[in-house]
């Protein structure tokens, strides 16, 4: 949060004010939705796209990289993995959420 940008933690404040008044206890995923969803996940995602990386990456690549986005999308929202979905493999990333959630919350808190 320290080195997130002035402006980006002035929205992010008013963000979580405006969030408090009209859906109480939603501030987090106000912002998680704000940060993880406009930013992080696209810079995951479209490495090249978004400037972090010259070349396309390969389709493995690629393929973890979406996957990663997965993970760190429910770990914002405080979503674990269902069983029953199309990536059941997914589901072994869920002791990484239970295990992370209250960090990210706090991190969250933090603006």
Known sequence: VDYCPTPMREICYCLQQNVRTRFPGNENLAISGFIILRFICPALISPDSMGV???????????ALILITKVITNLASGVEFAQDKKEPFMVG???????????INKTFEKF
């Open 53 to 63: 990386i010259q070349e396309l990456p390969s389709g493995d690549y690629r393929r």
């Open 93 to 103: 990333t869920n002791v990484f959420i239970k295990e992370n959630v209250d960090k």
